[in-house]
């Protein structure tokens, strides 16, 4: 089955406490993306990579690091999480990173920082 | 960075009601998508129109993408309970706007 898998799907924890989100696709996608999500906000861009090895700020990155080592993962890291990280998080993935391409996203990680 | 704004923020109706949602920038757009997000889950495409003009249809939903390709609009026909949930739209550069949160009652 196509998917994108993220874990954990819940995570509480404490401020500066690193913490690592991971996101996996199985669609071969070269593209690659984060997002947050807040209320009245809508989804907001974290980090977004083209390809392997290729990474990109979004509108929001402040705070948060992405690797892209292999296509299928990308993962979200937290090196010193703040209460304001506290949010619901998804990852996505596509075929290609401009162009009238689905992005299918992960279910989602709601991180709460204490 | 190409704004999406999108209106209205909320909408509550009856079920058998009609309702329009609008998606507008000050950019134009080679292609903008439809999403709709139910609560718990990642967002799931309806829909990416890519011609000005273009009208697409998916059974009750009607969605047009503008001439000038600025804007586009999501209309419902005879909304259902099951047709609530977050209604975004986005553009090529995988921006979204802040979306239309739609609740049909029974």
């Known amino acids: 089955e196509a998917q994108v898998t993220q874990n954990p799907r819940y995570l509480i924890t404490v401020t500066g406490k690193k913490l690592t989100v991971t996101c996996s696709q199985n669609?071969?996608?070269?593209?690659m993306s984060w997002y947050r999500q807040d209320p009245g906000l809508g989804l907001r861009q974290i980090y977004y990579?083209?390809?392997?090895?290729?990474?990109d700020k979004g509108d929001v990155p402040e705070g948060y690091k992405v690797s892209r080592k292999e296509k299928r993962n990308f993962p979200l890291i937290l090196e010193s999480p703040s209460p304001n990280q506290t949010s619901l998080y998804f990852c996505?993935?596509?075929?290609?990173?401009?162009?009238?391409?689905?992005?299918?996203f992960g279910p989602g990680t709601r991180l709460t920082v204490t | 960075t190409q704004l999406l704004e999108q209106s209205p923020q909320f909408l509550s109706i009856q079920e058998g009601e009609n309702l329009t949602v609008y998606c507008n920038s000050s950019?134009?757009?080679?292609?903008l998508q439809w999403y709709r997000q139910e609560p718990g889950e990642g967002p799931v495409l309806l829909v990416t129109v890519v011609t000005g003009g273009e009208v697409k249809k998916l059974k009750r939903l009607t969605f047009q993408f503008g001439d000038a390709r600025k804007d586009s609009s999501l209309h419902i026909t005879a909304a259902q309970p099951g047709d609530t949930g977050l209604y975004l739209c986005a553009g090529e550069d995988m921006r979204f706007g802040a979306g239309t949160r739609l609740t049909v009652k029974p």
């Open positions: 950019s134009v757009f080679s292609s």
């Open positions: 990579s083209m390809n392997v090895e290729v990474t």
């Open positions: 669609m071969n996608h070269e593209y």
């Open positions: 996505a993935s596509s075929l290609k990173g401009s162009g009238p391409y689905e992005q299918y």
